[in-house]
């Protein structure tokens, strides 16, 4: 009995953070396509980044020759000069995922003498994350003060206005919302497992 409580504990987590994973995970790019992180030229990584939108949450994934290439996270003025020496950030595995985490301009370049000159260089814009689709608010009609302490009778126009929009959901706020969703079943999950 209790190994079955267990398999269907362990079965039922592997599932809620499946659904998680997927609910909370952004788009995951894989810089240059097919053909990966290489020596191309500048319009081909301008191009490849010009067809698509990154925003927080969402992954890059640069795929490489690790003998021949890294990948080197640098600032704007680098990133202009190609200059490897002083790099945010720098991944040698020939495999790396960078997770955007923060809206602006990001930049990366192969460290590699010459491969950033010829061209081996990306630079995204990274946009806040996003609530998806989601309509504009529609304002709301609120009674003004002035129809309540009138005692004149006044047209029905003027005794409405039009309110302010609600504000809306910040994308941490989004997040904060998802990550409830996912772990508050999961510790429902776990005291259950554990009576």
Not at 32 to 37: A, K, Q, Y
Not at 106 to 120: N, S, Y
Not at 168 to 191: D, E, K, R
Request: charged residues 15%; glycine residues 8%; aromatic residues 10%.
């Amino acid at each position: 009995m209790a190994f079955i409580k267990s398999n269907v504990f362990f079965t039922s987590l592997l599932i809620l953070v499946a659904l998680c994973g997927v609910a909370i995970g952004g788009t995951v790019h894989k810089v240059g396509d097919s053909d990966g992180w290489t020596i191309m030229s500048v319009n081909n990584y301008e191009e490849w980044s010009s067809s698509r939108t990154f925003q927080v949450g969402d992954s890059l994934v640069f795929k490489y020759n690790k003998d021949f290439h890294d990948v080197t996270e640098v600032t704007h003025n680098d990133f202009k000069l190609c200059e490897p020496s002083k790099p945010l950030a720098r991944y040698k595995t020939g495999s790396d995922t960078i997770i955007l985490t923060k809206p602006g301009l990001q930049h990366f370049i192969c460290g590699f003498p010459g491969h950033c000159d010829m061209g081996q260089k990306l630079q995204i814009h990274v946009l806040p994350a996003s609530l998806g689709p989601v309509a504009a608010p529609v304002p709301k009609l609120i009674r003004s003060r002035s129809s309540f302490s009138s005692p004149s009778p006044s047209p029905l126009a003027s005794q409405y206005q039009t309110g302010p929009s609600p504000a809306p959901l910040s994308s941490a706020s989004n997040s904060n919302v998802w990550i409830g969703l996912c772990f508050i079943p999961l510790l429902l999950l776990i005291i259950l497992d554990h009576h």
